[in-house]
Every structure is written in C-alpha cells, then in structure tokens.
Antibody, heavy 116, light 105 residues
Framework: EVQLVQSGAEVKKAGQSLRISCKFSGLTSTNHWIAWVRQMPGKGLEYMGINFLRDSDARYSPTFQGQVTMTIDKAISTAYLQWSRLKASDTAIYYC?????????WGQGTLVTVSS | DIQMTQSPSTLSASVGDRVTITCRASQSLGIWLAWYQQKPGKAPKLLIY???TLESGVPSRFSGSGSGTEFTLTISSLQPDDFATYYCQEYDNFPWRFGQGTKVE
C-alpha cells in the first residue's frame, strides 16, 4: 500500500527558512513524479512543481520558480520542499502527491503559517 | 501555459439529482485530464483520469467524458457523501493546471 506521510504544522516568521517533508512508502518503482501542491486559505489547488523519483529531475511552475526548492532523498524515501525566506503570503496547506495518470496518492497536508 | 476554466463555481443540488460540471481548456489536452473531489480539511481524492477512466474504488455514479478542450464530470444520482468541491486538472505538459473548483452544496 502506497503511503505519504508529511511533517507536522509549522509556525514561522517572515524571513525565516523552512523545510517540510513527505515520507513515501510502498512504491514498487521509481517511475513516478512527486508533486507539491499549494492550497491557500479558502482557495483552490495549485501545482508548485514536480520531481521525478528516478533521476530527481525537477520542474517548477513559473509562479514558484526561484521561490522554493524541491529535493528527494531516495535513501530515506523522503521528499522535501524548502524555502530560504518565507513570506506571509506563503501561509497555506502544502500537499505532496504521487502523480502518474492523475495524482492517486496524497499526503495529509502540512499547514504552514507565516506571520509578518 | 494552458488555462482551465471550470463551471459553475457553485452548484446547488439535492440528493438524487444528476449533476454536471464542465471544464474547458485553452488548448487541446487530448485526454490528459483528471477530476478530483475534495472535502474540507482533507486531501483531494482522484475520481477520474484520462478524461473518462474511473479510478479504482470510485462509485460508478461518477463518470467523465470529453477530449480536446471540453470535458465533463457527471454524477448520475447525487448522494449525501458527494457534497464537496470538485476540481479538474490537466496534465498534458507541465506546468499542470487545476480548474478553479466547483462547490456542490
């Protein structure tokens, strides 16, 4: 059974750095994209970027290019999303997901709250 | 980039109603479109992929149709558990895009 377990909620101040994680298990191959999706309070879903598990090829949506960094540590089956300088507008729930034909498996989400 | 236009944004319906949600793309997607259901405080759930393929375990009252630039999600007989927000999502070429969402209330 495929599972994605995300790290817990974070409360930060603007200008601080942050790394959240997504531990995946149960995958039988590395031919999967790990996606990060943002959902701002009361709003819809946005793809931030995708990371190919086999070779860590990373692609960013233009809105998020240069704003976040996605990485994967295959040795511990964990994907990361990190910010070097948070903004109040980064306040949102962040989901990781495994994307093949659609995103079938999702983490539970990580709430990030950034105060100004 | 591809733009996705989903309609309506809100839909009022009753149990037993037939519900239809439309998603239009600014350029052809072929069949690379998925539909999701999201309930408050929960991660989205995949319902349909490749425009019309029902995800395993999803009730057969859900169906998807369309190709190219126009797609439809239909719930044949709305059940109490179906009151939620629905999103279409294209995955033709990255950056992938979601529609704005349709809240079924």
């Amino acid at each position: 059974e495929v599972q994605l377990v995300q790290s817990g909620a974070e409360v930060k101040k603007a200008g601080q750095s942050l790394r959240i994680s997504c531990k995946f298990s149960g995958l039988t191959s590395t031919n999967h994209w790990i996606a990060w999706v943002r959902q701002m309070p009361g709003k819809g879903l946005e793809y931030m970027g995708i990371n190919f598990l086999r070779d860590s090829d990373a692609r960013y949506s233009p809105t998020f290019q240069g704003q976040v960094t996605m990485t994967i540590d295959k040795a511990i089956s964990t994907a990361y999303l990190q910010w070097s300088r948070l903004k109040a507008s980064d306040t949102a729930i962040y989901y990781c997901a495994i994307h093949g034909d659609g995103a079938k498996y999702w983490g539970q989400g990580t709430l990030v709250t950034v105060s100004s | 980039d591809i733009q996705m236009t989903q309609s309506p944004s809100t839909l009022s319906a009753s149990v037993g109603d037939r519900v239809t949600i439309t998603c239009r793309a600014s350029q052809s997607l072929g069949i690379w479109l998925a539909w999701y259901q999201q309930k408050p405080g929960k991660a989205p759930k995949l319902l349909i992929y490749k425009a019309s393929t029902l995800e395993s375990g999803v009730p057969s009252r859900f169906s998807g149709s369309g190709s190219g630039t126009e797609f439809t999600l239909t719930i044949s007989s709305l059940q109490p558990d179906d009151f939620a927000t629905y999103y279409c999502q294209e995955y033709d070429n990255f950056p992938w895009r979601f529609g704005q969402g349709t809240k079924v209330e």
